[in-house]
């Protein structure tokens, strides 16, 4: 039988979450933090990427250009979290204020 849950927070375990029950495909432990990695697609990028993109450069309303930038925003039920990413950092990185309920974005910066 399958645990509530994932059963370690440092064990990698993929599910397939489209039935009625989960069903663990793959649990194998990790090493080490794998620092937030994401991946995706490389043609969804290729042709939109720059070398270097300046921040001062960067329109995006919830852009936040260094930690004294950040903040959270209530509009109603709808919360905006305005952060910054730098390698494994993240700030704010206490989220008060959250009500269940609540539609959060997460706007990050890195």
Do not use: W
Request: hydrophobic content about 40%.
């Amino acid at each position: 039988s399958l645990p509530p849950f994932f059963s370690l927070p440092q064990s990698a375990q993929l599910y397939d979450i489209t039935g009625d029950k989960m069903k663990l495909l793959l649990d194998f432990p990790t090493i080490g933090e794998p620092h937030y990695a994401q991946a995706l697609p490389a043609t969804i990028i290729r042709d939109k990427q720059l070398k270097f993109f300046s921040l001062k450069d960067n329109a995006n309303p919830f852009v936040a250009r260094a930690e004294s930038e950040t903040g959270i925003q209530r509009a109603g039920k709808r919360v905006d979290v305005e952060m910054i990413a730098i390698r494994s950092h993240f700030a704010p990185d206490n989220i008060n204020g959250v009500q269940q309920g609540d539609t959060v974005y997460f706007h990050v910066t890195n």
